[in-house]
DNA sequence: TAATAATTGGAATTTTTATTCCATTTCCGC
DNA sequence: GCGGAAATGGAATAAAAATTCCAATTATTA
């Protein structure tokens, strides 16, 4: 490949992004070395952007004189100038939930498709870090315990929640803890809780606006002595009160839709760490 | 200060979070130019990371010789090692999945059950900002004017992808988007898709292992020209070649258990953006 | 207020790092 | 397998950056 191959200095991709898109679409042009960088490129990014000409190449078994090559063959004057788009990524990288939805709101992209994407995956990434600080371990413990004693686990969740449930309802299946989704297309749901007993345990998920029937579900369970773990969104939240462990997940919403990501992480950590209990305790 | 005032250089921090601390106990024992560069250095760590020496001083308001004094004075060699602390910050920043689990691994609570909430959520965290890098906004936007522009939405999953389907459903549901999940308790799952039409179309989600129904009825779907669009974990999937759009959302696993935080993320934006695209062009 | 020590500015120097250039190798069409 | 073009390795060179050093300034103390 000739250092001007049809690319002029003008064109060299600006932000991150683009530079990946422009390297990806060329993948099978670029001869051996050059792939070789490309691929290192973009496999380690950070390296990238920290490292010198010198110890970069060192990683990626090539000459510092390829590293300039192939940063101009993709239209930079050298690599100091590909590295700064390197550095400009980690640079930008908004660290608030509310700054990245400022930075899409201004982008070229107004109301396009790719903006709702960018937005709702910057809220799925907040609610999931937030939730990593929001959990008290001793809770958790405490609530896997409780879980990993029951014989039966009744799973309680109503639209919205009701795909975390399906999938506890998989997971535990897959680890062999025998559950009991309430939910029927034939509205058997009472008696489907009418086997439950004080040595069973029960998980409900309900978010605001909370669905009647998932409260009265919780209800009925709680009443029959059953301990409820609750999984919601609020500590005024109505699950609470019938609760015998609690988790507040707060999920960011993104125009007014609340993603599921932190919560459907949180149930998949509540069903491995109940599976591990058991399979230590027994 | 002098120079060696009581601090060589074997006690210079290693870590940000010590440097800070660091800093912040002296800040009254600075001199002027020197207590302004430690005022410069806690505000924008960003530049100290990615600045020359010559450009920080700039923007500090001082000569690059008082960087170099700042740093001896807090025990570094020179203001090279100093600088090697802020970009280490940013470098750990969204430490790797791999270097976390690791931590998780070696910290106290060994096989305690905040371990696993740790790795499941550090997983989910990994894969959500993987996705956001991943995605072609070119392709979003493409599957999401496929998709808006059909009749009904058929929705084709099974087993462990089955709650993003009723996630779908369910939000699809709320914006008033005619779409059809393809399974049902009865097994009349083919007199469903039989209504199918080209001027439908369909999502399918499905990971590996792939369940056979969900790759019959995508097949049965794309034979019958209904459009359908993919979410699926690898460019070599069954899916692939059924698919008109495809999208490769790669999880991260703890433990061999995959979270689905990534790809629930993905399938909201996708079902706002569908609702988006409808009232817009309608 | 004078003497001294600490601090600072800035140019000179050294070190590090990127880039260029050319000889050698590899690839490709004939 | 031959000839030319493209690609590569690696040393030589240029550029950039960090560091040092010393004179000038500013604080400190008697």
Redesign the interface.
């Known amino acids: 490949m000739n250092m001007n191959n049809g690319v002029n200095t003008s064109d060299a991709p600006k932000d991150f992004?683009s530079l990946?898109?422009r390297i990806l679409e060329r993948r099978d042009l670029f001869p051996k070395r050059l792939s070789q960088v490309a691929a290192f490129a973009l496999d380690n990014p950070?390296e990238m952007?920290?490292g010198t000409a010198a110890s970069i190449a060192a990683r990626a078994h090539v000459q510092p004189s390829t590293l300039v090559r192939f940063a101009q063959s993709i239209g930079y004057a050298g690599f100091s100038d590909l590295q700064a788009v390197f550095?400009e990524r980690?640079?930008e990288?908004p660290s608030t939930y509310d700054e990245r939805l400022q930075a899409l709101r201004s982008d070229a992209?107004r109301?396009?498709?790719?903006a709702?994407?960018?937005?709702?995956?910057?809220?799925?990434?907040y609610s999931?870090?937030s939730?990593?600080t929001a959990?008290s371990?001793q809770a958790?413990?405490k609530a896997?315990k409780a879980l990993a004693a029951a014989e039966t686990i009744f799973l309680v969740a109503q639209?919205?929640s009701?795909?975390?449930a399906?999938?506890l309802a998989?997971?535990f299946g897959k680890l062999k803890v025998r559950n009991q989704l309430v939910s029927s297309?034939f509205g058997i749901e009472s008696e489907q809780m009418a086997f439950a007993t004080p040595r069973d345990a029960a998980i409900a998920i309900s978010f605001s606006p909370y669905a009647a029937p998932s409260m009265e579900h919780a209800r009925v369970l709680s009443q029959a002595g059953v301990p409820v773990v609750s999984i919601t969104d609020s500590a005024f939240s109505p699950l609470v009160p019938l609760s015998k462990h609690w988790f507040e997940i707060a999920e960011a919403d993104?125009?007014g839709?609340r993603?599921?990501?932190?919560s459907?992480?949180?149930a998949?950590?509540l069903a491995?760490?109940v599976g591990?209990?058991r399979a230590?305790t027994k």
Do not use: N
């Open positions: 992004h990946r898109e950070d952007a920290f550095r980690l640079r990288r992209h109301d396009s498709s790719a709702i994407l960018g937005g709702v995956i910057a809220a799925a990434q999931v870090e939730a990593s959990i371990s958790f413990e896997v639209r919205r009701f795909p975390i399906s999938y998989y997971t297309p993104f125009a839709f993603s599921l990501s932190a459907i992480a949180f998949l950590a491995i760490a591990e209990e230590r």
